[in-house]
């Protein structure tokens, strides 16, 4: 019973809040998020990585690693995307990779990862994050647009808190307290924000093509975390951070991709990233629970 107890005390704050989105999105179609999106994009979410890499107790060894194991679920991600994609016949195969490739492990992933295992499973998430952050503004955008553009990776402040925490881990500083109590403030601010915006973004977007996003979709929210558990097997993980890993492995196909395609993809293509965003996150209200319960009872 204690184990139901504490899933319901993860999980029921995240949708709750998601669910507020929802309803405001629904009761106001025309709801200006442009401030959420600029305050997340250029302070809080820098905050958010500050916090969560340098005032949270993991260790460069465990950032370097966890980085590391992600970036091999990446590939992973990757490849099943590549596969499925080609099986459908998709034209464009490179531009709708990126909701295969990048889940939600920052709206999601991190809040869900901290109620469940606390500061230091907030800090392993984090790690995970940032690599996918990284990947949004490097990988994502040359795919979406098929060409690398250098200078939205300078113009992008959370590149340069991933720059600051990496260096504040590895030479073993401790941040000074007004800057944690800052940016404390600012991550849960700004988790509370981007929850919210998940839901009023799940009334704006729509399902184009249901079939093919279902099928999209598994691959995202069961694959996942079936790839989760491949890794932690393989490289023998446990405790905290192996359930953390799988955690962010299982989440849905993250909004920012649907935001960084509107700029740079066809419409089509666009259309079709936001019906696997939908789907795969309404889905996730099933699969999620499962997940972190086995995280909770095997992984604590």
């Not at 504490?6 to 949708?15: I, Q």
Request: hydrophobic residues 55%; aromatic residues 16%.
């Amino acid at each position: 019973m204690e184990i139901y107890l504490k899933l319901f005390e993860v999980l029921f704050p995240v949708f709750f809040v998601v669910g507020i989105g929802y309803y405001l999105g629904k009761n106001n179609p025309k709801i200006d998020t442009s401030f959420i999106t600029n305050f997340a994009a250029n302070i809080g979410t820098p905050g958010m990585i500050i916090y969560a890499l340098t005032s949270t107790g993991i260790s460069f060894d465990i950032f370097k690693n966890y980085f590391g194991y992600y970036l091999i679920a990446i590939i992973a991600f990757t490849i099943i995307g590549i596969i499925f994609l080609f099986f459908i016949k998709t034209k464009d195969i490179i531009r709708e990779l990126p909701p295969f490739i990048m889940p939600n492990t920052g709206n999601m992933g991190l809040p869900i990862c901290l109620f469940a295992y606390g500061s230091q499973g907030l800090g392993v998430a984090a790690a995970i994050s940032t690599l996918i952050i990284l990947c949004h503004f490097t990988l994502g955008i040359f795919l979406a647009d098929r060409k690398f553009n250098i200078n939205v990776i300078l113009k992008n402040p959370p590149f340069y808190a991933i720059i600051i925490s990496v260096f504040f881990l590895y030479f073993k500083i401790n941040v000074p307290i007004f800057v944690e109590n800052t940016t404390f403030l600012l991550m849960y601010a700004t988790i509370f924000l981007i929850l919210m915006s998940l839901g009023i973004a799940l009334t704006r977007l729509k399902v184009f093509s249901f079939k093919k996003a279902f099928i999209s979709s598994i691959c995202r929210v069961i694959l996942g975390p079936i790839v989760g558990l491949l890794l932690i097997k393989y490289f023998n993980l446990e405790g905290f951070a192996a359930g953390a890993l799988l955690i962010q492995c299982s989440m849905p196909s993250a909004v920012l991709t649907y935001l960084v395609g509107s700029i740079y993809s066809p419409k089509k293509i666009v259309d079709s990233i936001a019906s696997m965003i939908v789907v795969s996150t309404v889905m996730s209200f099933i699969t999620i629970p499962i997940v972190v319960f086995f995280a909770l009872k095997y992984f604590n």
